[in-house]
């Protein structure tokens, strides 16, 4: 996919301030000359096109619910089955596979920490594998946007 200069605009400006409104969208394709539509049918094709990983907020954990990071060893020949169970669980994000014993690792959410407990008990139960927990005890604020070179990357 070749990126023109809407679509280059559209990544740099919303990396760390997306609209915090009912319409994001149509609050972006005011500021870009677009309709809403267009704005969703970009971001679409961006992350079609795996230029993109996602679109929405970054939540403050603490505020938003409960979260936590957390791991499970899975046979190195079900990997991807295991994978699969994790990410149809409700409130799985960010799961990745690592060189570990614990391969795989994920945060899971939930509006409270009791519906957290009880959701990590039942994926451990449906998994038959243990779930490492990992609360956090210190936060750190790791900025993930980037500012491109739009010239290196053409």
Known sequence: MQLDATDRRLID????????????FLRMGEELGLSEQEVINRL?????????????PVFEHSRAGASLLAAVAAPQHEIDQVADRINH??????NYAREHTFNLWFVMTAPDE???ATRLD?????????VLRLP??????????????????S
Do not use: C, K
Not at 13 to 24: A, D, E, H, N
Not at 89 to 94: L, R
């Open 122 to 130: 039942e994926l451990e139960e449906t998994l038959a594998l243990p």
């Open 136 to 153: 956090m005890i210190e936060a750190y604020h790791i900025d993930l946007a980037f500012n491109i070179d739009w010239e290196a990357v």
């Open 44 to 56: 679409e094709a961006l992350q079609a096109h795996q230029i993109i990983s996602r679109v929405g």
């Open 13 to 24: 400006l919303y990396q760390r301030r997306m609209p915090v409104t009912s319409r994001p």
């Open 89 to 94: 669980f409700p409130g799985i994000n960010h």
């Open 114 to 116: 009791r519906t957290l």
